[in-house]
């Protein structure tokens, strides 16, 4: 059973930058989907960025492309999302999850598509 728990979240103003770090355990081989999803109240959850470890490609969401990126830290054992030039809007709950394999590309911000799941961490962003 993979773990994950998420940490980073703050308040900030617009503008301002975090980093959110999702810390892994349980795999059971190096080759997964690890995602980052946010849902604001009343707003469905939705994919921001998803890395495909061991080696695999990133994908970021088209709208936050330019101002977000997720990678990996294999020392540490974290996926890391790092958010510049936030925006209130960019205020939710951030979730990290987990697949337990490489997701084809049409699943990659599927939130049924992933299996494991942090508790989240909140980022308000203040205009």
């Known amino acids: 059973q993979v773990q994950l728990v998420e940490s980073g979240g703050d308040s900030v103003q617009a503008g301002g930058s975090l980093r959110l770090s999702c810390a892994a355990s349980?795999?059971?081989?190096?080759?997964?989907?690890v995602a980052w999803f946010r849902q604001a109240p009343g707003k469905e959850r939705e994919g921001v960025a998803v890395?495909?470890?061991?080696?695999?490609?990133?994908f970021v969401a088209g709208s936050l492309e330019g101002r977000f990126t997720i990678s990996q830290d294999k020392a540490e054992s974290t996926v890391n999302l790092q958010m510049d030039s936030l925006k209130p809007e960019d205020t939710a709950m951030y979730y990290c999850?987990?697949?337990?394999?490489?997701?084809?590309?049409?699943?990659?911000?599927?939130?049924?598509?992933?299996?494991?799941w942090g508790q989240g961490t909140q980022v308000t962003v203040s205009s």
């Open positions: 999850a987990a697949s337990a394999d490489w997701l084809p590309l049409k699943d990659l911000f599927r939130p049924s598509a992933y299996n494991s």
């Open positions: 349980g795999y059971t081989h190096d080759k997964n989907s």
């Open positions: 890395i495909k470890t061991g080696g695999g490609p990133t």
